[in-house]
């Protein structure tokens, strides 16, 4: 299968499956990220999915100067920091000087809750260990200031990640834009239905981060039993199975024949997209709430998990 695009309800062309440029080391180790942004690019990656979190927007900036390719025929997202929501087109200038462009084609809100800001800081603690978050300015002022941010040229398209149905429907209470992209966790075992569907009747594309589902789904049966049936492997199966669905996918890989994978889909009977569907466990394995129910200093029922 040749990875289609999706079109944004903005009627922007985004590529269905991205390269997810988070830094998983330590950014010591800099020839690390250099050498598989380098293998994805090289694997006929064109989306590349940064946040300036992840630390990576000046090795991918100086990756795809090297490449050459034009500038149209890359789709670059990033994200906002989590506590520069009162410097958000200074956060934004940032992100562009590193990957050395004058706009990124979607931008998108990180997470729904806004973490205090300290110089240098990104993880600002309570004594008991969670983030500290701020009430002031709300993720709807947030979105106020991405909206006007689509008039400077800086942006093509906002988006958010980390929304449920409830954040959502808070949101668009006051939204004059309705968000192109929610991109949150998403694989067979937390298959998030009525999200999926509640975003496709907003027009909102769904992105899949953590998209394999790592071990745990990777080695379920029913994948490893279909990966048989399509001579592909499991986590090209898991892939197509979100490509079936209408949503999208950041998969993560360092590896240069994994990246050529997954750009490289079988296309899923629909009687074996149910099937995975039907795996669903509810169960996050990327981003886990604590067990008293907190993630990132919000409760679960605050988040709408
Ligand atoms: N938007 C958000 O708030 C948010 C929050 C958390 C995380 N994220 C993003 O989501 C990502 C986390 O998900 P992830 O990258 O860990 O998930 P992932 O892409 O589902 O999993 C990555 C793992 O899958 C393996 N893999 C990838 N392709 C494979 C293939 N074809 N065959 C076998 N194994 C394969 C990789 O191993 P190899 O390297 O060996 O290929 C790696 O161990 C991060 O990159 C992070 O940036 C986003």
Not at 125 to 130: C, F, L
Request: charged share 20%; hydrophobic share 35%; net charge negative.
């Amino acid at each position: 299968m040749t990875i289609p695009s999706v079109t944004l309800n903005n009627g922007v062309q985004m590529p269905a499956i991205d390269s997810n440029c988070c830094l998983s080391l330590s950014p010591i180790r800099m020839t690390y990220p250099q050498c598989h942004l380098l293998h994805q690019q090289q694997a006929g990656y064109t989306h590349f999915d940064t946040a300036q979190m992840y630390g990576t927007e000046k090795h991918i900036g100086n990756i795809l100067k090297d490449a050459g390719i034009p500038r149209d025929k890359l789709f670059i997202t990033s994200k906002l920091l989590w506590n520069y929501h009162s410097l958000i087109e200074e956060s934004l200038d940032t992100t562009l000087k590193d990957l050395g462009t004058d706009y990124v084609d979607l931008f998108l809100i990180h997470w729904p809750q806004m973490v205090l800001y300290e110089e240098g800081n990104i993880r600002p603690r309570n004594p008991d260990g969670t983030l500290k978050v701020v009430e002031s300015p709300s993720f709807n002022d947030v979105w106020a200031v991405f909206e006007r941010l689509l008039d400077t040229g800086k942006v093509r398209s906002i988006g958010v990640s980390n929304f449920s149905i409830k954040t959502l429907e808070e949101l668009l209470k006051t939204a004059k834009v309705v968000p192109s992209v929610n991109q949150i966790e998403l694989h067979p075992y937390l298959a998030q239905t009525e999200l999926v569907e509640y975003c496709k009747s907003k027009g909102i594309v769904v992105t899949a981060y953590a998209p394999t589902g790592y071990s745990q789904v990777l080695g379920d049966p029913l994948i490893v039993e279909l990966a048989a049936k399509y001579k592909a492997s499991p986590a090209q199966v898991v892939l197509a199975w979100h490509l079936a669905r209408g949503t999208t996918a950041v998969p993560k890989s360092t590896s240069e024949a994994h990246q050529k994978e997954n750009l490289n889909l079988p296309t899923l009977d629909s009687e074996d997209v149910e099937r995975i569907t039907a795996l669903n466990k509810g169960l996050r394995i990327c981003n886990k709430p604590t067990e008293t129910g907190i993630i990132c200093g919000w409760s679960v029922e605050r988040m709408g998990w």
